[in-house]
């Protein structure tokens, strides 16, 4: 068969997404911190676009979302671009559509137009900055500091801080006594003893090799006289687990009611020494909405703190006004300005993206603000998407990394969303508010006759919630709830 070239035409429809649009969709999907970082790199590189101090506008309009555009939008009407049509004789037929899509009039009215609402409230909840350092001492700095301090010599320190350096967060020596002998060329008979000096270190049980060792350290150091600690952990740590309190009184000789004395003073120990020294960074959620009750109605106000607010540099409107800018200037102030003014209308579209989709939220989830999670209802994308007119893509991106603060605490915008399971009535009961009904029934049993799976099931039928065995074990799973067996104890008298 012989091989050809052949030309064909072919009509074809698809979406092309223009960089604006792409610039349009990321901005919706960013968090706050994402935002900002996008914004403060834009005015970097961005010579047109400047940021709007409080001292430069109004004190009453510094919340406003559409201020900015309103006092801009008397400087930028069709009269005020004529240095940009003068020059059409020289521009491709790209460039002259771009100059079309910039409708400045059109754009600074229809800013003008859908501005949010705007509400000013005094008190706002935030961490307290007093109580935020710079920076935290981690477990082997602390344990340095006692290693310097401690009566060691030469060889001893150079153990110790191998031996510090081989401990993992949690406080435990991964490295074994010979590994440490060899890499620092001292006897293993000294780094052992070195690693004995280490063990007696605050905090207690730390350079432990296991968790056995970890708690037997904290007993031998608190010296409690209740021997059947010592005893239960050296040798039935595994029935510990198991909370397998008759096999221990068995085993041990002790009455159930002492084991149960001694597990008591067990679970007081510290499994995980180092984990107070982890230097994990705290982070401090900043909500993007604030959702308050005002009568009875529920009010939203948008948390624009921090974030700069942009307008257009006043010195390149003037030098395309008055035509000062040559021809490459002028392309390039063109180019910039198209730019920032997108950034601009995204960030303002971006915003009442956000508010609508949270206003829907609001009404759908209004028995939820009322009375808790116990009235959490069932919702989906698809919900909220149709009620406010948009895809779902787009509800998902929205409700990613925002949060809101409501009068039940402060919430990711996809905690609202969940699936339902039959409930009374034929009415759906929301995934999240069956979860918080199992974790209120656990912490409300006899421990000495826990719920099990199956009886959960039935009391939770009781309530016309109709829920699978094998569901209860996976929320209980979810919630980190141990089964009957594991959290059953004995009477205690």
């Known amino acids: 068969m012989a091989l050809e070239l052949r030309q064909n035409l072919k009509l074809a429809q698809q979406l092309v997404m223009t960089p604006q649009l792409q610039q349009a969709i990321k901005l919706l999907q960013l968090s706050r911190i994402e935002l900002i970082e996008t914004i403060n790199q834009e005015l970097e590189s961005n010579p047109v676009l400047e940021e709007s101090t409080a001292m430069d506008e109004p004190a009453s309009d510094k919340n406003d979302g559409g201020a900015m555009a309103e006092e801009q939008s008397a400087d930028w009407d069709e009269s005020n671009i004529p240095t940009l049509a003068s020059t059409e004789d020289q521009k491709t037929p790209w460039e002259e559509q771009a100059v079309k899509d910039i409708n400045w009039k059109d754009y600074w009215e229809d800013e003008s137009k859908t501005t949010l609402p705007s509400y000013s409230f005094e008190h706002k909840e935030a961490p307290n900055y007093e109580n935020i350092i710079s920076s935290s001492q981690d477990l082997s700095d602390h344990l340095i500091w006692q290693l310097q301090m401690a009566d060691l010599d030469e060889e001893e320190i150079a153990a110790g801080l ?251 915008l996809k905690f609202f969303f969940s699936s339902g399971l039959p409930g009374k009535s034929g009415n759906e009961v929301a995934t999240q508010s069956v979860k918080d009904r199992i974790k209120q029934l656990i912490a409300a049993e006899d421990p000495a006759k826990p719920y099990s799976d199956k009886q959960i099931v039935e009391i939770l039928a009781r309530d016309n919630i109709k829920i699978a065995r094998r569901t209860v074990a996976k929320y209980r799973d979810m919630l980190g709830i141990l089964p009957s067996n594991r959290r059953k104890r004995p009477r205690t008298k």
């Open 162 to 412: 191998n031996i510090i350096g081989n401990l993992d967060k949690n406080g435990y020596l991964k490295a074994s006594i010979e590994n440490i002998a060899e890499s620092t060329g001292i006897a293993a008979e000294k780094v052992e003893a070195t690693l004995k000096k280490i063990q007696t270190f605050d905090p207690l049980g730390v350079a432990a090799r296991d968790l056995r060792e970890c708690l037997l350290i904290q007993i031998d150091s608190l010296g409690f006289e209740n021997k059947l600690v010592r005893t239960l952990v050296s040798d039935h740590l595994h029935q510990i687990e198991l909370h397998n309190y008759r096999a221990m009184a068995k085993a041990t000789g002790a009455s159930v009611q002492e084991v149960v004395e001694a597990i008591d003073i067990i679970t007081s120990l510290e499994p995980r020494p180092g984990r107070q020294y982890n230097s994990d960074d705290t982070h401090y959620i900043v909500p993007d909405i604030y959702v308050y009750k005002v009568d009875d109605e529920y009010v939203i106000s948008m948390n624009d703190d921090g974030i700069p607010n942009l307008r257009i540099n006043s010195y390149y409107k003037e030098a395309l006004k008055e035509g000062t800018a040559g021809p490459e200037a002028k392309n390039f102030i063109q180019d910039k300005l198209k730019s920032a003014l997108w950034l601009m209308k995204s960030i303002h579209q971006r915003k009442k993206t956000i508010y609508k989709v949270t206003e829907s939220i609001v009404r759908f989830q209004k028995d939820f603000l009322d009375h808790g999670i116990s009235h959490l209802k069932p919702l989906i994308l698809r919900n909220v998407a149709e009620d406010v007119n948009m895809h779902e893509s787009t509800i998902s991106r929205v409700t990613t990394n925002k949060y809101v603060h409501t009068p039940q605490g402060i919430y990711e």
